[in-house]
């Protein structure tokens, strides 16, 4: 029995207006940073309509990604609100595929800006197995004292021990597909922050990426039992924000690109996850070149492609499902370098920089239950 799942961060997903542009210029967008504008009001008036504006196409260009993917189960990053998922599945995806995802999930979590995680799914698969929604568990509130993991790097962070461990949440949802149990753990970990104590951005919010990824093992240790965890059929879902390998960009669109896969010898939090076959990076499955959910770039001197976005299975569901992920990539704006022989057709209306689908790509595999 097979069913299609996939992971997509649809970057800002929102039902509100953010006005605070207007006071902080790093939070303006650079399109109003154009012009001069007087007073609140005006700033408020144009900011709306600009959004407004803008998406419409982004979300068209998202639509696309979505239905490209053939999941029947999607697990998304950064959505608002479940209001906001509603209105983006009827108002968008509906009138692209019919009636599709009719069952929508999302718990509040951590993060400061409201953007949580949440999943969608059809009643039944492709092929007409049902598909049940049996429990849904937030972890947000879970702290590091909870689960003893705070240590002397995240203190070095000025991060208390009764702080919660999760920047947005690991929501558990449980299902039964057809006459089978399925678990997702959806996760979107902390994002990479800016430099700091002499330290790059990565480096600098890694231990709290770590303690992330510790507390997931546990969470999914403590469900299954240590011992047994690797036999049963879950997986781990969402943007980790972080890479154990990357694709270095040279060079540039006059001269033309290089492309230079590079391992990381520094510590990450994917490792944390698969370290004693815990569970499977599927992705790795695709060549070197073709791993990435998104471009990165800083300007000529910072560019690289990378792996951000994870369907991470268990070694019992890996084995049983023995195809190789696809990564969705028409919604990439202009800008992205697609190494030789990878590149694809973009959507209509893709912008150079925007509007795009989102600055991550879709992670869709089909897997595979036990049959009788």
């Known amino acids: 029995m097979t069913f299609r799942l996939a992971t997509f961060n649809v970057e800002n997903l929102m039902n509100r207006f953010d006005f605070s542009g207007f006071k902080n210029d790093i939070r303006q967008d650079r399109a109003l940073a154009l012009y001069d504008i007087k007073t609140e009001e005006q700033y408020r008036a144009l900011e709306s309509a600009r959004m407004v504006a803008h998406t419409d196409d982004a979300r068209q260009l998202t639509a696309l ?4 993917t053939r999941a029947d189960i999607i697990c ?13 599945e009827y108002g968008y ?31 039944e698969t492709a ?25 002397a790097a995240l203190a070095e962070l000025n991060i208390e021990p009764d702080e919660r461990i999760f920047r947005r949440d690991c929501l558990q949802v449980d299902l039964r597909i057809g006459d089978r149990d399925f678990s997702i753990f959806g996760a979107h970990f902390k994002a990479m ?23 997931i093992r546990h969470i999914i240790s403590k469900r299954y039992g240590a011992q047994n965890a690797r036999d049963h059929d879950w997986v781990i879902c969402g943007d980790l924000n972080d890479y154990r390998e ?58 690289h492609l990378c792996q951000l976005d994870y369907m991470l299975l268990s070694p019992a569901l890996a084995e049983r499902s023995t195809g ?35 600055d991550h790509c879709p992670v869709a595999m089909t897997l595979a239950l036990p049959s009788d």
């Open 65 to 68: 990604a979505i239905a490209a």
């Open 324 to 358: 190789l992920p696809d990564i969705v990539r028409g919604g990439q704006p202009w800008r992205t370098p697609f190494p030789p022989g990878l590149e694809v057709e973009r959507y209509p209306r893709t912008g150079w920089d925007r509007p795009k689908a989102s």
């Open 246 to 303: 990357r694709v270095v960009i040279s060079g540039d669109m006059f001269d033309g690109y290089s492309f230079e896969p590079v391992r990381e010898s520094e510590p990450n939090s994917i490792d944390i996850l698969t370290e004693d076959g815990f569970c499977v990076n599927v992705v790795e499955r695709r060549p070197e070149l073709d791993r990435w959910t998104l471009y990165h770039t800083r300007g000529p001197e910072e560019r």
């Open 127 to 151: 092929d007409g197995e049902p598909i049940e929604f049996v429990g849904m568990t937030s972890h947000a509130h879970l702290t590091f004292r909870d689960l003893d993991l705070h240590n």
């Open 193 to 215: 922050s800016p430099p700091r104590n002499g330290m790059d951005g990565r480096t600098a919010s890694m231990p709290v990426r770590i303690a992330e990824a510790r507390a």
């Open 93 to 123: 995806l509906f009138k692209m595929i019919g009636e599709g995802y009719r069952e929508k999930y999302c718990s509040q979590g951590n993060d400061g800006r409201g953007i949580d995680v949440a999943i969608m799914m059809r009643r």
């Open 76 to 88: 998304l990053q950064e959505v608002d609100n479940l209001a906001a998922l509603k209105a983006f």
